[in-house]
C-alpha cells in the first residue's frame, strides 16, 4: 500500500516539527483535524511511521567514541549475530550488506570501552572477524532522509483475515480512539458480526 499525496503533506509537517498538533497540522494542510488524527493512526498502525522520539544535537551530548563497524560472518550466523547486536544499547544502528556483511554503529564511552565491547560481544562469536573498524572524527550531516514518496510503503494488515491491505481508502471501523482496516467489505461485515457489540459499548462509553 502506497502513502498517497495527503498522508506525504502530513508526514512533511511532521518532519518538520514531530510536536505540531493535529490541529496544527490540519492547518498547515488545508485538512480537518480528524482526517490528519485517522491518517497519523493508520501510518503508525502500518509500521510507516515507527515513533516520535527528540533529536539531541551532537554539539550538546559528550557520545564518547562513535564508531563504524563491519563484520563478516557465515551465512547461517549472519541473520542472528544482527539481531542481538541489534539488542545492545551501545548499538545505534545494523545493517545488513552484500557478502553477508554487517555494518553497525556504535557509541562507547572510551576507546578502552571499545575494545572491551569488540572483545566481548562480537571478536569471541565463532566465524565472525572484523574487517573494518572505522571511529567518526566529526559528524558533517545526520538527518532523517528526505520525503521520496515513491519509496515509501505502508504495510497495512486486514484487522480480520491480517491479509495486506492494498487500497488507498480501505474499509474502516471506528470505535472511540481506535480505527479498524480491511481488506475488502466481505473481511469488514465478518469483524463487525464478531465484534461488534463490544465496540459499540467503547463507543458508548466513550460518548457517555
Known amino acids: 500500500m502506497k502513502p498517497d499525496a495527503i498522508d506525504i503533506k502530513i ?12 490541529r496544527q497540522i490540519a492547518q498547515r494542510t488545508s485538512l480537518t483535524t480528524p482526517t490528519v488524527s ?41 541473520q542472528k549475530l544482527a539481531e542481538d547486536l541489534a539488542k545492545m544499547r551501545e548499538v545505534e544502528a545494523v545493517y545488513m550488506t552484500t557478502g553477508q556483511s554487517i555494518t553497525l554503529k556504535a557509541t562507547l564511552d572510551s576507546v578502552q570501552s571499545l575494545q572491551s565491547f569488540l572483545a566481548q560481544n562480537v571478536l569471541k562469536k565463532k566465524g565472525v572477524e572484523v574487517t573494518s573498524n572505522q571511529i567518526i572524527t566529526s559528524t558533517v550531516k545526520e538527518e532523517p532522509p528526505s520525503l521520496l514518496p515513491n519509496t515509501l510503503v505502508m504495510n497495512l494488515k486486514c484487522d480480520d483475515c491480517g491479509g495486506d491491505v492494498t487500497s488507498s481508502r480501505p474499509y474502516t471501523i471506528s470505535a472511540g480512539p481506535s480505527r479498524y482496516y480491511f481488506c475488502c467489505k466481505t473481511c469488514r461485515k465478518e469483524y463487525l458480526a464478531e465484534h461488534g457489540k463490544r465496540l459499540a459499548k467503547i463507543s458508548h462509553k466513550l460518548d457517555a
Open 11 to 22: 508526514l512533511e509537517v511532521l518532519m518538520d516539527d514531530g510536536r505540531a498538533s493535529f
Open 38 to 78: 485517522s491518517r497519523i493512526a493508520r501510518m503508525t498502525k502500518a509500521g510507516l511511521i515507527k515513533k516520535f522520539i527528540p533529536i539531541l544535537s551532537g554539539d550538546s551530548v559528550n557520545r564518547g567514541v562513535t564508531t563504524l563497524l563491519t563484520l563478516k560472518a557465515g551465512s547461517a550466523s549472519v
